[in-house]
């Protein structure tokens, strides 16, 4: 359990989320669960960010929820990929590509352009 | 089974909405109840796993619940955003909804319109004519008791009037100039008070105009709070006598007359002959009194007569002060003035009253009355339109058993109901306004005759909002009956059988109920319509005691410097007198100072000799200085004595006519001849009696009068009676005036009338009450009517099989109809008792304003339940008809 985990970006956890759900509907901590795992908890989650970023997303029709039984066999709230919500996944992503491999690109850039 | 499929689907939009995604609309009633709980497990169970995680990997159960708790951050602040978030978005959803549902409704409701056309256009008339009559109503209401008067102090203002305690206050001006002084001086309640004087003045210049005209003092425009538009008022120095010749006049006058505003300041008008100058101009709205054009100073003379009693006095309440405190100050300062100054009439109180009184007086009862038919006639029009929805929906219950068996909750197709209902009351109100703006400019010139330019009765916001209040209230007031009723109905009987279910859902009670209620309305309304037309007639039947046939009249006032001597008024007079005399085709002329039932009156107080009246009960009595002529150009007989000759001139002896009442009731004894009276210290004796007329207004009962004759009293102001029954009007009134130019080329002539349009304009409110309330009355019967044929033509389509039974066991057609007719016979006799109850209450009301009817005139009851009954029995002619020549076989067949 590294103390040292990248605070994440402000935006950034909606697309975390968005990708976490693309798996199939779970609950908000499942959620928390896939971005620790998914990235070797190198990314630690605000937790105090993630309810209401499913919340605003469900708001905006992105995701939808219900009430289910979770794998302990508890009633929990499952969070669910809207067919709108996918579409965005999509969007987000390819943008954060070009945004990554831009940064990159700067980043190793040999030297100043002449 | 196929067609009702069909039905189900065309049925689908409203009640199943797709804007909505399911899974939401499954859980929303859960939802809804409580986000916050599940907001709030939806957490624990968040930190319920986390907890178990941290166990698991070795900490403490504590340590484990302290470490989740801290990662997941201050639980308030997630919780706070979290139901942020949600409520909004549930509001979102619930607007989402809302609108999604209305926009069905109204588009499924427009769809039924374009299926029933010709009920929707009769239900959106009907409310029209409900509404418009009402909107019409407040209109007039708004402008005369709601629209502020234009002056800046307007709900500070109130007039104060002299009157004696033996009559109660009745509008006529009666305050001197030495009552306005004690009352200023003595008065505390008051900001500022002013006095003044209605007349008339002729302008001069090549073609004389006769201008209204008042004398104001300075404390009238304090009172007013008015500013002028140029110039300046009147200052409290102008009061004082011996001032210069000023005036103030009206903007449209400036603009018309003396080339605008600006330019009038400091021009001299010949007014009545002699000079004035213009210093100021007052604004155009804010005319006091209404329709005046020049206002010259009056001077205050403390020794003016206490008998001069032409006056009014305006006074702006002090900030704060109510009505009923300016009314006990009032009766304080005519308490000290009877204990410091007793005079003969020393029984004399202060009238305070708002000066919207002024403006409203006479209309109010006529608005009241109206108003009250008006609403009458509103109700009459919902319950109609309820009766209409009835039929509609119980035409359309297969449909909405459909729906209901659909799973379309109650509520859902109520709402559904009231949508049309509120769409035909919109409608309806929309014309309705229409309606009013036409006419709500008759009624209300016509029940306020006086009207000031500012009431106009048109319609603004107000009214607006009313209209829109009186169409939502309709529309609750028609729709939710039907509504409730239908949504009541269970559908799986419906869809067993659909006229079983029909019939057993709408047996048509409520129905008949409606059209009774309907009935019993009109009855109301037809009643006051009859006493209306009634009191009309009877005061067309009025022998006002002179003859007015052939009469032509004109006014004229002899003004200025140049009529300042008696002699000179006298002298004036007397020539035109003699020239008008001289026309061809004159069979007698004459003037007075008052024509008879004209505007008003002149009263004098007067002590009669031999009889001693205390001080206070001294008569004040109508008086007319009258030329020889005029009692015969009226035709009003002299029954006793003698009556005015040439010879009764200044320096004769004076001389007085009194009324057959006067001598009747101040000389019992039949001795009047030769007794005197004494009016402003002239003593006069009495050479003749006259029969009596009515001098003031046409319903007064007989009055005592009296006539003095012009030349012994020359007056300024008086009025010409002309009677040339064979000469035309034109042609008359062409030399009347050549006659007047050459007495005077600067006098005109105004008000020029036949008699007979006198008597008419004196009856005009009578005859509008009676033409409203008619038209009222047949509109309520109209809907009655329709009504009542709607629920016979129900009975009869609903009763077909039976009827085809009867005729196929051999029923004659008379015992069919007989049956049918009997159905509205039954309604309208129902509605005949009911509606006696409240006619009676009507008729009672209008008692007190219409002349010469009272509350028991069987005969009136009797022809307008009649007249219901029978309109109502011939409305189920054509269903009657109809049920007779019912076809047995097909008839059956549709069982």
């Known amino acids: 359990m590294p103390d040292a985990s990248i605070e994440i970006l402000r935006g950034t956890l909606d697309l975390l989320i968005l990708k976490a759900l693309s798996w199939g509907p779970t609950h908000g901590y499942g959620v928390a669960r896939w971005i620790e795992q998914a990235t070797d908890d190198a990314l630690r989650v605000e937790e105090g960010s993630l309810y209401p970023a499913l919340h605003r997303l469900e708001a905006r029709g992105l995701v939808s929820t219900d009430w289910g039984l979770s794998e302990n066999n508890r009633r929990a709230r499952f969070y669910t990929l809207t067919r709108a919500g996918r579409a965005r996944l999509k969007v987000e992503t390819a943008s954060w590509r070009r945004f990554a491999a831009a940064v990159f690109a700067a980043l190793e850039a040999p030297a100043h352009p002449a | 089974m196929h067609d009702r499929e069909q039905r189900a689907n065309r049925l689908r939009p409203p009640d199943t909405p797709r804007t909505l995604p399911p899974a939401w609309r499954r859980w929303r009633p859960f939802f809804r109840r409580s986000a916050q709980l599940e907001l709030d497990d939806e957490l624990r169970y968040h930190l319920e796993m986390r907890t178990a995680d941290y166990v698991a990997r070795g900490l403490s159960p504590d340590e484990a619940r302290r470490r989740a708790l801290e990662r997941l951050g201050e639980l308030k602040r997630v919780r706070d955003a979290c139901l942020h978030i949600d409520r909004s978005r549930e509001r979102h959803m619930r607007l989402i909804e809302t609108i999604a549902t209305v926009r069905n409704d109204v588009v499924f409701a427009l769809r039924t319109f374009r299926r029933q056309t010709l009920t929707a256009v009769i239900a959106v ?214 204990r410091v100054q007793p005079r003969d009439d020393a029984d004399e109180h202060i009238a305070v009253s708002p000066l919207r009184e002024r403006y409203v007086g006479a209309a109010r009862p006529a608005f ?190 002899l003004q200025g410097p140049r009529y300042d001597s008696a002699s000179a008024r006298a002298l004036a007079v007397e020539r035109m007198d003699e020239a008008i005399a001289r026309l061809p085709g004159v069979v007698a002329a004459g003037a007075t100072t008052r024509i008879p039932v004209g505007n008003c009156c002149s009263r004098f107080s007067l002590n009669i000799e031999g009889r001693d009246f205390p001080p206070g009960e001294v008569p004040v009595i109508p008086g007319n200085m009258v030329t020889p002529g005029f009692l015969h150009a009226m035709g009003i007989p002299i029954l006793h004595g003698r009556g005015f000759t040439d010879r009764d001139r200044a320096g004769a002896r004076q001389v007085a006519i009194v009324s057959e009442t006067f001598a009747t009731t101040y000389f019992p004894g039949g001795d009047a001849l030769g007794k005197r009276i004494n009016m402003d210290g002239a003593l006069a004796t009495i050479v003749g009696v006259a029969a009596d007329i009515k001098q003031e207004r046409l319903i007064d009962g007989p009055q005592a009068e009296f006539y003095r ?147 028991g005139e069987p005969l009136l009851y009797a022809g307008s339940a009649v007249m219901l009954m029978l309109t109502a029995i011939l409305a189920t002619w054509v269903p009657a008809r109809r049920a007779s020549r019912v076809d047995p076989m097909v008839a059956l067949r549709a069982e």
Not at chain 2, 458 to 469: H, N, P, Q
Not at chain 2, 817 to 833: D, Y
């Open chain 2, 125 to 338: 008339l009907c409310l029209a004519l409900g509404i418009g009559a009402t909107t019409t109503m407040f209109s007039v209401g708004n402008a005369l008791l709601l629209r502020a008067l234009p002056f800046p102090n307007g709900d500070r203002l109130v007039s104060l009037d002299r009157f004696s305690g033996r009559e109660q206050y009745s509008g006529v001006a009666v305050t001197s100039i030495p009552d306005f002084l004690e009352w200023r001086a003595r008065s505390r309640a008051f900001d500022a008070m002013g006095i003044f004087r209605p007349g008339s003045m002729t302008l001069g210049g090549a073609e004389p105009v006769r201008l209204r005209a008042a004398r104001v003092s300075s404390g009238v425009f304090r009172a007013l709070g008015l500013r002028p538009v140029a110039g300046r008022l009147f200052a409290a120095e102008d009061d004082r006598p011996g001032g210069p010749a000023l005036v103030l006049v009206s903007r449209g006058l400036a603009e018309q007359q003396l080339g605008g505003a600006s330019r009038a300041v400091g021009q001299v008008l010949q007014l009545d002959g002699a000079p004035y100058e213009v210093i100021g101009v007052l604004p155009g709205d804010a005319r006091f009194p209404v329709g005046v054009d020049v206002w010259r100073p009056l001077v205050l003379d403390p020794g003016a007569g206490w008998g001069d009693r032409g006056y009014e006095v305006v006074a702006a309440l002090l900030p704060g002060v109510t009505l009923a405190q300016a009314r006990d100050d009032a009766a304080r300062v005519a308490a000290e003035m009877r």
């Open chain 2, 368 to 557: 009241l009355l109206l108003g009250a038919a008006a609403v009458l006639v509103f109700l009459i029009a919902c319950a109609n339109v309820a009766t209409l929805q009835l039929a509609r929906t119980a035409a359309r219950h297969s449909e909405i058993a459909v729906r209901t068996a659909l799973g379309a909750s109650r509520r859902r197709i109520v709402r559904q109901l009231l949508t049309e209902s509120m769409l035909f009351a919109i409608a309806g109100g929309g014309l309705g306004i229409l309606l009013a703006r036409w006419g709500s400019g008759i009624v209300g010139g016509a029940i306020a005759s006086n009207a000031a330019p500012w009431m106009r009765f048109g319609v603004d916001g107000r009214v607006l909002a009313f209209t829109l209040v009186a169409s939502v209230v309709a529309g609750a007031l028609f729709g939710v009956v039907p509504a409730m009723r239908l949504a009541g109905a269970d559908p799986g009987d419906t869809l067993r059988s659909t006229t079983r279910g029909t019939a057993r859902m709408l047996r048509g009670r409520l129905h008949r109920v409606l059209v009774v209620v309907e009935l019993a309305l009109s009855l109301v309304l037809l009643v006051g319509a009859a006493f209306a037309v009634q009191s009309f007639l009877r005061l067309q039947h009025i022998d006002p005691g002179f003859d007015a046939r052939g009469v032509m009249t004109f006014q004229f006032a």
């Open chain 2, 709 to 855: 004759p012009y030349a012994q009293h020359p007056w300024d102001n008086m009025t010409f009676a002309v009677k040339a029954p064979s000469v035309d009007g034109t042609a008359l009134v062409r030399e009347l005036r050549a006659v007047v130019h050459e007495v005077d080329p600067s006098l005109a002539i105004y008000s020029v009338h036949s008699m007979d349009h006198i008597l008419a304009r004196a009856t005009a409110s009578q005859r509008l009450y009676g033409l409203l309330l008619s038209v009222f009355a047949c509109v309520a019967l109209a809907l009655a009517i329709a009504g009542v044929y709607g629920v016979v033509a129900f009975y009869v389509s609903r009763r077909t099989p039976e009827i085809g039974m009867r005729v196929a066991l051999g029923a004659e057609p008379e015992a069919i109809v007989r049956m049918v007719v009997w159905q509205g016979t039954v309604l309208a006799a129902a509605g005949m008792v009911l509606g006696l109850g409240g006619a009676v209450l009507a008729a009672r009301a209008l008692s007190h304003v219409l002349y010469g009817v009272s509350a």
